[in-house]
């Protein structure tokens, strides 16, 4: 029988000095360093099969599975997958302990590392569960009085968009969407489109940073500038955004800014990022009550009871794989995958791309439909007979297939989806 008096030495013990869990294994750290020391720039690197090789050695991907919806959710990395399970097993000895007296401050160092790479200070960045929490953490938390209007796109994620019909129904707001071309090739047109829907009543602009439906990346800056320039608010959905391709903070210059971290990052599930302004801070409600006197402080943002710390502190091992890659080499892959493809596909006049392939109009999401193919059927036959795992969009204005690869997908599983593709359009689906 264990000695009463030991063991309680023992569990006093990590208290006095808790020692940091390894967090990587042997293959993880390898890897990482091989990557980080390649030498070659983005273009080169982009068709580097050996290095991307590499890559998917970093992920635990399922055999049988072609997954083409990392827009939706990614897999993440083993070694971010390690890394919450050794904080789980340590909080799960003694939660209340483990979360909250040390975990909890270990999650500081997190957030310094995602200020840094976002382009903000630490005090302006809230660690959320997703960007949906984030983005209505600002929509509920602007005041905003009964015939207020709120302007976005007909095209903004469904769950943003019911957000603001509940504030319609609860407090008689007023929803209004404009429409912007699709694909859109001209980013004027999406600042002239918002600008010429502003009227008197207008209070608050949301515009996403990625078009989670098509990929489009939207002129953020220019609708920011042009907003402010009439004391407007805006808020940023970055879901799709983030770790995705090269921008900072100050390329988009925005007061509020959401995203996912489970998504281009490939961090743990449920993990998320809010960016406020420090100025604009006092003045936005947190979705969760607060104290009065974190009124000012980021963390106000917070408040959500017991949650998942083990979870946050993996995002660290997310950062630590995204850095290996380096963002400009993710983007490079991203488009080239998606050019791949894309480019291959539109040598048939049957098929329409509803997203542009222009140079920083899109990068590893875009939306694609076979005139003459039904896009339900098409998505079911991916999957059925091919184990390809797509999303299909259907929209007022367009549909498709969103497709969606990821930095671990091989040239011979793009290969696989054209061949699919083009084998409907000269033969059509099975019946």
């Given at each position: 029988m264990i000695d009463r008096r030991t063991f309680l030495g023992a569990l006093a013990a990590p208290m006095a000095g808790t020692p940091a869990l390894p967090h990587l294994t042997t293959a993880s750290v390898a890897i990482g360093r091989e990557l980080s020391e390649h030498a070659?720039?983005?273009?080169?690197?982009?068709?580097?099969?050996?290095?991307?090789?590499?890559?998917?050695?970093s992920f635990h991907q399922h055999p049988d599975i072609i997954y083409f919806n990392n827009g939706g959710v990614s897999p993440a990395p083993v070694q971010v997958i390690e890394a919450v399970r050794k904080r789980e097993d340590e909080a799960y000895t003694a939660p209340a302990y483990w979360m909250w007296r040390v975990q909890e401050k270990r999650k500081e160092a997190v957030r310094e590392r995602l200020a840094a790479t976002f382009g903000c200070a630490p005090e302006e960045l809230a660690i959320t569960r997703n960007a949906t929490e984030g983005l209505q953490t600002c929509q509920f938390g602007i005041d905003l009085e009964p015939g207020d209007e709120v302007l976005t796109t007909t095209q903004d994620y469904p769950r943003m968009l019911s957000t603001f019909r509940q504030r319609e129904r609860r407090e008689k707001i007023v929803l209004r969407k404009v429409k912007i071309p699709t694909p859109c090739e001209d980013p004027a047109l999406v600042v002239r489109a918002y600008e010429e829907a502003i009227t008197d009543r207008t209070k608050l602009l949301l515009v996403c940073h990625m078009i989670n439906l098509t990929g489009q990346i939207l002129p953020v800056r220019d609708v920011v500038a042009m907003a402010r320039k009439r004391g407007i608010p805006t808020i940023v959905d970055g879901a799709h955004a983030f770790a995705h391709f090269k921008f900072r903070q100050e390329d988009l210059d925005c007061d509020y800014y959401a995203s996912s971290l489970h998504k281009w990052l490939f961090g743990p599930l449920g993990t998320g990022m809010l960016y406020v302004r420090k100025s604009k801070i006092q003045g936005l409600w947190p979705l969760?009550?607060?104290?009065?006197?974190?009124?000012?402080?980021?963390?106000?943002?917070?408040?959500?009871?017991?949650?998942?710390?083990?979870?946050?502190?993996?995002?660290?091992?997310a950062l630590d794989f995204h850095e290996s890659i380096g963002i400009e080499r993710k983007e490079a892959r991203l488009v080239y995958l998606r050019d791949r493809w894309a480019r291959r596909l539109l040598e048939n006049d049957r098929v329409h791309l509803n997203t542009s392939l222009r140079p920083g109009e899109s990068c590893g999401i875009a939306n694609v439909q076979l005139d003459g193919i039904d896009t339900a059927k098409l998505c079911r036959h991916l999957w059925q007979a091919h184990k390809i795992y797509t999303i299909r969009i259907e929209h007022e204005e367009f549909e498709g297939l969103r497709v969606s690869p990821s930095v671990y997908t091989s040239l011979e599983e793009v290969d696989l989806f054209i061949e699919v593709l083009e084998d409907a359009l000269q033969n059509g689906l099975p019946a």
């Amino acid at each position: 029988m264990i000695d009463r008096r030991t063991f309680l030495g023992a569990l006093a013990a990590p208290m006095a000095g808790t020692p940091a869990l390894p967090h990587l294994t042997t293959a993880s750290v390898a890897i990482g360093r091989e990557l980080s020391e390649h030498a070659g720039d983005p273009e080169a690197t982009a068709r580097d099969e050996g290095f991307w090789k590499l890559v998917r050695q970093s992920f635990h991907q399922h055999p049988d599975i072609i997954y083409f919806n990392n827009g939706g959710v990614s897999p993440a990395p083993v070694q971010v997958i390690e890394a919450v399970r050794k904080r789980e097993d340590e909080a799960y000895t003694a939660p209340a302990y483990w979360m909250w007296r040390v975990q909890e401050k270990r999650k500081e160092a997190v957030r310094e590392r995602l200020a840094a790479t976002f382009g903000c200070a630490p005090e302006e960045l809230a660690i959320t569960r997703n960007a949906t929490e984030g983005l209505q953490t600002c929509q509920f938390g602007i005041d905003l009085e009964p015939g207020d209007e709120v302007l976005t796109t007909t095209q903004d994620y469904p769950r943003m968009l019911s957000t603001f019909r509940q504030r319609e129904r609860r407090e008689k707001i007023v929803l209004r969407k404009v429409k912007i071309p699709t694909p859109c090739e001209d980013p004027a047109l999406v600042v002239r489109a918002y600008e010429e829907a502003i009227t008197d009543r207008t209070k608050l602009l949301l515009v996403c940073h990625m078009i989670n439906l098509t990929g489009q990346i939207l002129p953020v800056r220019d609708v920011v500038a042009m907003a402010r320039k009439r004391g407007i608010p805006t808020i940023v959905d970055g879901a799709h955004a983030f770790a995705h391709f090269k921008f900072r903070q100050e390329d988009l210059d925005c007061d509020y800014y959401a995203s996912s971290l489970h998504k281009w990052l490939f961090g743990p599930l449920g993990t998320g990022m809010l960016y406020v302004r420090k100025s604009k801070i006092q003045g936005l409600w947190p979705l969760l009550a607060a104290e009065e006197s974190l009124d000012d402080d980021i963390k106000k943002f917070e408040q959500i009871g017991t949650h998942n710390v083990p979870v946050i502190l993996g995002i660290a091992s997310a950062l630590d794989f995204h850095e290996s890659i380096g963002i400009e080499r993710k983007e490079a892959r991203l488009v080239y995958l998606r050019d791949r493809w894309a480019r291959r596909l539109l040598e048939n006049d049957r098929v329409h791309l509803n997203t542009s392939l222009r140079p920083g109009e899109s990068c590893g999401i875009a939306n694609v439909q076979l005139d003459g193919i039904d896009t339900a059927k098409l998505c079911r036959h991916l999957w059925q007979a091919h184990k390809i795992y797509t999303i299909r969009i259907e929209h007022e204005e367009f549909e498709g297939l969103r497709v969606s690869p990821s930095v671990y997908t091989s040239l011979e599983e793009v290969d696989l989806f054209i061949e699919v593709l083009e084998d409907a359009l000269q033969n059509g689906l099975p019946a």
